[in-house]
């Protein structure tokens, strides 16, 4: 698919009567559409980021934007002088969002390397096989909140850039290197340069109890299936939230909050 970029304009939108004029079907609709789809996403380079609380992350953020559509009210309302004024109805069919389709923003997808040698107090995040993009979004918002700069995927994870992960992180996406690799590779890579390797599983010694150093890199599975084999099998430490009541298990997202919590508590 041809990706026409209009971020770069400086025409502000036409006006009639010193306001913005009606809006017409927007030409963009059919390609923003596409951009729900992973396979579109991949091969345009782009994704979307909608309403106003993550669109004003991203523009804090640095990202190249190619286009952001918005209604009329919206576009004045924040002052996006190059908004595409969209009427809410094609709005409505260009995002994902259940309700509040009102500004939507097109954006280049960065692209992330994993950097294995890690400066002496860091802590990386590694996830292994995630599939749900709300628990991903959520895990990296945790990430953020804990200065963890990052986050380091299975290559069979849930996509960062899924709309559903996208508006979880409600923008810490965009301050968080997170790739998508051979996880055992990097995990290997990482304690080769001096890292620790911790793993999270149910059967672990508590993590009260262990001696958590870092440069450090946390390695989590899904709730579902926990760590796979080739994970567990890479060298390193197992460790475990200690449970004091009758729950079988967390989910990723709350088990990093945990597990974070306590490395933070020992720096």
């Keep these: 698919m041809r990706w026409l970029i209009c971020a770069a304009s400086t025409e502000r939108p036409k006006q009639a009567h010193g306001k913005f004029s009606a809006a017409m079907a927007d030409p963009f609709l059919k390609q923003v559409r596409a951009l729900h789809q992973r396979k579109q996403r991949e091969a345009t380079g782009r994704f979307l980021v909608q309403g106003r609380k993550v669109v004003a992350e991203l523009l804090a953020s640095g990202l190249a934007i190619d286009s952001i559509h918005a209604t009329e009210e919206v576009a004045e309302s924040l002052s996006l002088r190059n908004a595409h004024i ?9 995002g ?13 997808t960065p692209v992330h390397e994993a950097r294995v040698r890690l400066d002496p107090k860091e802590l990386v995040i590694a996830l292994d096989g995630i599939a749900d993009p709300g628990n991903l979004g959520t895990v990296l918002r945790i990430a953020d909140w804990f200065g963890v700069r990052q986050v380091w995927c299975s290559a069979d994870c849930v996509e960062a850039y899924n709309p559903k992960c996208v508006q979880a992180s409600m923008g810490s996406l965009f301050r968080i290197s997170v790739v998508h690799d051979d996880l055992p590779r990097l995990l290997r890579s990482a304690g080769e340069q ?8 149910a059967n672990g010694t508590s993590a009260f109890d262990a001696s958590l150093q870092r440069p450090a890199v946390l390695v989590m599975g899904s709730e579902s299936h926990g760590l796979r084999e080739q994970v567990r099998a890479i060298a390193g430490t197992t460790i475990a939230i200690p449970r004091y009541g009758k ?21």
Excluded: P, W
């Excluded at 994902?96 to 280049?108: F, W």
């Excluded at 001096?194 to 599983?201: E, F, P, V």
């Excluded at 729950?247 to 720096?267: G, I, K, P, Q």
């Design 247 to 267: 729950a079988e298990s967390l989910n990723v997202s709350t088990a990093a909050a945990a597990l974070c919590m306590e490395f933070a508590r020992r720096d």
């Design 86 to 94: 969209t009427a809410a109805h094609d709005l409505a069919r260009m």
């Design 96 to 108: 994902t969002l259940e309700h509040g389709n009102e500004l939507i923003a097109v954006v280049r």
């Design 194 to 201: 001096g890292s620790h390797i911790y793993k999270a599983d």
